[in-house]
């Protein structure tokens, strides 16, 4: 977690104070569950709600693991010294520490990826934004990064949009795959705690219960969790590609906000940089770093080995906190992109209609002219417009070979622009509906 | 893709015959679509499908790339030869190669995800058998791969199902994104081909429409599609090292079935080796590293550029036949699995008594024995069995300073296996309803 | 492996035939050094090399193999059919098949390795004769995809060169690490064969004996071995994107060969895509993507287990055949690749004299202009470039204020592409010797 | 970076206080050369000195940077607060950030891998210590986790020395690779400095000076870097697997030392988890999961992007921080393994005899028995070890059948286990000379 690509409501899910907190109500919680089942007294379960408002102290929490070697007994130390430890003395009973650490992991991760849905939302929000406004502001569109056939730039933010709108579908599957908690024991029998405690306490925490753990929660779930955010950062960094290009000297068709009074900018107006957008190309990597981790942690020894909790630790702050502040970046950029509609003008008549030379090729053989000729004919005009920078709608209509087949009014309907537009409303319907 | 890690119900569906088919289907779809718009002769769409029942002659479009050096071309060239060259005149009109390309991939992707549905029903099959098979034959638990408290071999099972029952879920949910055709042209705008060409195409093949194309269909589906195989090859490698851990000599409370005729096996009868699930693990290896490329494939320069393409070459069979292998060998390796109940109970009894260790502490304070002298009297007998190997319930049975806290009977029922199994058919109800 | 993606050179490694020949290699020699230790009798190793100029039949062996069930017995039984099965019986003797197979995979490795290492030599000659070609050929350099200062196309073959020296010198390494072998039985101990047979054996095969084996070589070298093929697949990234870049219509700096004759092109000829660039980008993927699974495959059970094996039957072949392929395939495109230097100049330009803007800012301040002085007199002569298309330079020198700090010459120095490329021959004495 | 799995001695090469006094030395150093070689006054160069005591004030410079918006900047503003701004003005003449920055990282790096020599030195030493010690202590090799044929624990620890070494081997490589500066400008023409400043700087760090470098040093060292660390992780997570499987109840070889007072150990003394080798599993997937990012860096748009900054903020500490940790965790492991040499000689005997059943049939087979009856003969008697826990030489003593082909002293012989021990010494030669 690199303190300049985060953000604080997300950093918040993973800062200890945080996580004693949900340690706390999951105690808290499975205590007043056992009392309705009558394993302890309801007086005891009460009791424990006395710390309800009290902010635990981290730093002792810490000084007591020093000695006690352990987290979650340390936890409880300091809990029974709010509440009393003859009162607290039922606290944990019959769970085991990973009953609370997992379902705690779980809520964070749950909490978090609330979290990036609101930041999804906003980028689709953005994008829609900037879809309509564009809607017919035509540009070339371009394969293999050479110019093919003209489109529109609102296009190009339309299908961001449906690629953000089926990542926020999948983040929300993700969110609820990882929302389940379990409180079943040492090996997932329930053979010390009641599994009804463990559906209060899950109810309560917002979560379903495992259907079935072990020790542990399935860490196949936190594989797809992870999955998820790393396709996420991939359709992240083809929307930062775009713009990245976009901005290329040679391009020049938009420009991430620079703000007027951005000293160097105005004295080199021509180096102003993507570095919003390489960022966020960089960010992705390191959010899809965790994918194959999270799957090679799928695999635990019998009811459960520890070696997935290093990555986790690692992971679970890491990944959500840059993809949310990932996304709020991308946010920004797409929000006030500037963008320059004559400069995509330009650049499609760079080669002066030479981009229009297959319809042209298309109209002469529907003319009747055979494939060779209209080639041919296509071709010696296209030359010139090549080698020489003449304008092939001026050639063609100079040419009386074309001009023989096709009248100049056709020839001028194939250099129309809204041929290529005609669908755009089709479209922006499918995709907002 | 490796022959002997393959099966030809997989393989049938990349090979160069079915491709060719699909793309034959698209086109003479296609040209129904034309026709019904009045954009090309109905006679001419029809004529296309004279070639309903041809088998293509795939050296022949071969030799015909050879020269054309273009795929697609190819093929339009040699349908042609069997519809006739004026009356194919109309086929693939408006169209661009990747319309029929990438149509045609996601009509593969989503057969192969048809095929790996169905395994995965096998697999499930096979673990609820055994799982109701064995649903109260006991072992000893594991955490770290140190015994921990008894649960049964049917719990197991039971888990296992309900994490492949997840990997299903998500497995359809990643058929169905990836279920989308494109007939959209050069860079996405329909300039070319009506909308309703599409809508009719893919509702013949099996697909929804793309909301919104490119050149191509965007590639964070694929990366999804990929992602979700990974995740289950994950929970495949989970379930294929419980397996390595139980016929390993020492352990040795299962075996891959070995055919009582299998030579080797009776002059060397411990040497039986868990070669299949071994293979399970790399095979998981080779499905999860598709998932990093597949969602670097998500970022394409503008409205497409080839480089996913030949990523998708290699991992779109490769994947989907290596896991369709290998759920496969996973549900034969399952439904044939040797189970040893009496080693089971044996490897429990290891250290003779001691993993009940736990629950007498408790059982002592809990009869108000200070936790400072509870853990003094535990430890005292539990050394014993350690070091010499004695009896642990005997121990406590002669001790009188346990007997002055607890009876024989409480202390006879600490060492009561029902008390780890009494909730196993309420989480038998949660898993299999 | 993809056929179209495949050169014969590197497919014949991994061809049954030549895995055959090298197993028989392996037993005929280590039959040599037994035969020498006085272990088995000189008449039988010498009548093993009867079958030295035989191609075995390998519809043969998997004919026998169908029925044995075992790969190297049939092989060994296959033998005896040309040997003779008296003369063959002390074949393999003491040996186990890990003995055969995993010297035969180091072997293949290796040939494999040398392969790579030419084609290496080939990427290096093409880059270092572009280099000299255009050493002197300006174009801007770019930071974050903007004009910034500046360079030669050289000094872009030269760094290329540099990077794939390393390359080079990396693939050594990683040839020498992995050209061992061991002959060394069931758990590595020599217990049935004298460590001088392995060291015999590697000594004809080219190999050094592995200095401590189990039943296996150990798996870290294999490891090293894919991982630096991954490193060389992204230095041939980074050479295919600048290519992509340079081609892009609006950039349009080079362009892959494109023959005369190729049809299309000149009908269209602003629409020739650099698609063998893009295909080594995706090419680049798929060797990388084997980097993490034989980093997985280095931890393997006790002696040995054999979830490498499916692995390694995947990525040895296909990522050595890949990078064999996109290897020659980048020498052919950097041999040929068409270099436009007056559009150089022309992009360069695009901004008339801009890129020079913060050389002047420099002058100003070195000729006493305080440091806001000079940024306000370079301003306002950069906004008349920037959105009145007006020249740089001429703005300059009509600018009294400017005037009055530099004279003339001096704002001429400031444009002098000499002084951007004084360094280049040092550059290049560096990077060639 | 976690705290609890870093070390002082590499977190601390991290530390912004660390970073500015690279950049600081640098910076002087390159004024010692600009002075030498004339381009500015040696008084000047001088006075930079003067801050060599200086501990800069981390704080003010990031309230300057919080203005400059530029941390190179805010730092030289600092820096002249200490030398005096008259004095300081030609600090970073004709130098780009990068040069600073690019030079600053590897640095870092380089001391980061020195510290990681030194583990890995650490590692080596405890290994060889063990191999030593239990160079003759006989356990049971392992092929597939089921029992093959004996070997002993100084053969496992030979060979991980022999694994670790190569690992050292290659991390040199690693750090000669990475120790490179570059001062060159903004794309490497070194148009504004000369190349004697960046000989003279790299030469004062400890670096050789980069061939040819654009604005950045070419991504492919770090790759390299990261890949290498990536084995060394790999190996450590054999290593940790070997103790982790060796510790597992069933097995109980060994053990992680488990200090005499730690509680809990007493009273569940079967209970003794192997943590640290389970979290060493954990952080090599940490390490591993750098490689690819490291990788994807290497492709930088023309001169350099900014993609792979973000990149290499989180993995440069990061993943060095991890692996110095963990391989410090993994020599005290090794230090302090506690080794059951008799447990190993009862797993091997579990099945009284049975792992020389394939010696057997050998002997028998050379003393002129057919293959068929030999198995026969091994086999009966080994039905009656597996199935009855006779003991396998008792029984074939008893069998006519057996001992009509056998002496009792050959029969007995082939129960030796200095059979298989012969060649310890021999190996032990090669791995430690």
Redesign the interface.
């Known amino acids: 977690m690199?303190p300049?690509?985060s953000r604080p409501e997300m950093t918040a899910i993973w800062e200890p104070a945080t996580k004693f907190r949900i340690w706390y109500e999951i105690e808290a919680h499975a205590g007043d569950a056992m009392a309705d089942l009558g394993v302890i007294p309801r007086e005891n379960a009460d009791a424990v709600w006395k710390a309800k408002d009290v902010e635990f102290d981290v730093a002792r929490i810490d000084e007591i693991e020093a000695v006690t070697k352990h987290d979650v007994i340390a936890f409880l130390t300091h809990l029974a010294e709010h509440v009393g430890s003859d009162q607290a003395r039922f606290v944990h009973q019959g769970m085991t520490s990973s009953d609370v650490l997992d379902t705690t992991f779980n809520v964070q991760l749950t909490r978090a990826a609330d979290l990036l849905i609101a930041d999804m939302e906003r980028v689709l929000t953005a994008l829609k934004a900037r879809a309509i406004e564009h809607k017919d502001t035509v540009r070339?569109?371009?394969?293999?990064?050479?110019?093919?056939?003209?489109?529109t730039m609102g296009?190009t933010f339309?299908?961001f949009y449906?690629?953000m709108d089926?990542?926020l579908e999948?983040l929300r599957?993700a969110r609820d795959?990882i929302a389940t908690g379990a409180i079943s024991?040492?090996?997932?029998?329930?053979?010390n705690v009641d599994?009804r405690v463990e559906e209060h306490v899950c109810a309560k925490m917002g979560l379903k219960?495992e259907?079935?753990?072990?020790?542990v929660i399935?860490r196949?779930?936190h594989?797809?969790f992870f999955?998820?955010l790393?396709?996420i950062?991939?359709?992240m960094?083809?929307i930062a590609?775009?713009i990245?290009?976009m901005?290329?000297?040679?391009?020049l068709e938009a420009e991430e906000f620079f703000s007027k009074g951005q000293?160097g900018s105005?004295?080199?107006?021509?180096?102003?940089?993507?570095?919003l957008t390489?960022?966020l190309?960089?960010?992705a990597?390191?959010v899809?770093?965790?994918?194959?981790?999270a799957?090679?942690?799928?695999?635990?020894?019998?009811?459960?080995?520890?070696?997935?909790?290093?990555?986790e630790?690692?992971i679970g702050p890491?990944t959500t906190v840059t993809l949310d502040f990932a996304l709020n970046r991308l946010a920004g950029v797409i929000e006030k992109l500037v963008i320059y509609p004559e400069t995509m003008l330009n650049?499609m008549n760079?080669?002066r209609g030479?981009?229009m030379?297959?319809r042209v090729?298309l109209a002469l053989t529907q003319a009747g002219v055979s494939r060779e000729d209209a080639?041919r004919l296509?071709?010696r005009n296209?030359?010139r417009?090549?080698e020489q920078g003449a304008d092939f709608k001026t050639e063609l209509l100079a040419d009386t070979d074309v001009t023989a087949a096709l009248t100049p009014e056709q020839i001028e309907e194939k250099f129309d622009l809204g041929?290529?537009?005609?669908?755009?409303d089709?479209?922006f319907a499918?995709?907002f509906g």
Chains 1, 2, 3, 4 share one sequence.
Do not use: C
């Not at 259907?211 to 020790?215: E, G, L, N, V, Y």
């Not at 899809?288 to 981790?293: A, G, I, K, L, W």
């Not at 799957?295 to 990555?311: A, C, F, G, Y």
């Open positions: 690199i300049r690509y070339i569109g371009r394969s293999h990064g050479i110019h093919a056939e003209p489109t296009l339309a299908r449906a690629e089926r990542g999948r599957n795959e024991g040492a090996v997932g029998t329930f053979a599994p219960p259907p079935i753990s072990t020790q399935p196949d779930r594989a797809m999955a998820t790393g396709v950062a991939s359709s960094e083809n590609t775009e990245r290009h901005q290329r000297t040679e391009v000293k105005s004295a080199m107006p021509h180096k102003r940089n993507p570095v390489e960022n190309t960089g960010l990597r390191l899809r770093m965790s994918v194959v981790p799957m090679e942690n799928v695999t635990l020894w019998h009811e459960r080995d520890i070696s997935h909790s290093s990555v630790r690692a890491d650049n760079k080669f030479l981009v030379s297959q090729l080639y296509v071709q296209a030359m417009v090549w041929y290529h537009t005609k669908h755009v089709t479209i499918r995709v």
